[in-house]
């Protein structure tokens, strides 16, 4: 069974502070591992991916993997209200048909100001 | 300006009618997908295609059925088989060639309900 867990929260945070998200998938053999941000009624946008082990840093936005652990975690330093959104994790999965993206359930992030 | 076109934005339909779904892309994007999403819920799969006249079904496949016969364009219809249709669908491509595995482009959604 291919499945990707996140908390569905809400995660609340202060404005300025760290929202760390995170995010456990079943297929020990997936090799590539996505961030959206989605915005209520919006398509996701993506904002990291990562494919190897260990932290991916652009801007604001850290990605971290841990392949042996099957987690990975999303770091958003110095949170602003307008990062309020839905975050989906999504995992890149291979079966015998093919390759597709499995997405968890997402985590709503509400950050305060 | 290259991207994921899908029609229409707010779509009604009437119990025990097919309806199909548009989702065209210029980004010349190999594989093309079809999500579901309900509320407080992610992203479910219905089908995808990496080929020109090849699809996949995904988890949720039952009473959808799709085509590819144009690299550009993915169609989904809902048919009357499907029991409960209202919700958010979204379309998404990508290529499949180069290094690595890259992220989804996605299209802006059709809001399907049941009326």
């Known amino acids: 069974q291919k499945e990707v867990e996140q908390n569905s929260g809400p995660l609340s945070v202060p404005e300025g502070a760290i929202a760390s998200l995170n995010c456990t998938y079943s297929d020990r053999g997936s090799q590539s591992f996505f961030w959206y941000r989605q915005y209520s009624g919006k398509s996701p946008e993506l904002i990291m991916s990562?494919?190897?082990?260990g932290d991916k840093e652009d801007g604001r936005f850290t990605a971290q993997l841990n392949k042996a652990s099957q987690y990975v975690s999303l770091l958003i330093r110095d949170s602003q209200p307008s990062d309020s959104a839905t975050y989906l994790c999504a995992v890149n999965m291979w079966d015998q048909a093919g390759t597709a993206l499995i997405f968890g359930k997402g985590t709503t992030l509400s950050v305060s100001s | 300006d290259g991207g994921i076109t899908q029609s229409p934005k707010y779509l009604f339909r009437k119990e025990g009618q097919n309806v199909t779904l548009s989702c065209e892309q210029n980004l010349n994007h190999d594989a093309m997908y079809w999500y579901r999403q309900d509320p407080g819920q992610g992203l479910r799969l219905i089908y995808y295609s990496q080929i020109v006249n090849d699809f996949q079904k995904g988890d949720i496949a039952e009473g959808y059925s799709v085509s590819r016969e144009k690299k550009e364009s993915f169609p989904l219809t809902v048919t009357s088989a499907q029991k409960n249709p209202t919700a958010f669908y979204l379309c998404?491509?990508?290529?499949?060639?180069?290094?690595?595995?890259?992220?989804?482009?996605f299209g802006s959604g059709t809001r399907l309900t049941v009326v």
């Open positions: 990562i494919y190897s082990n």
């Open positions: 998404a491509s990508r290529n499949l060639t180069g290094t690595g595995v890259n992220g989804y482009t």
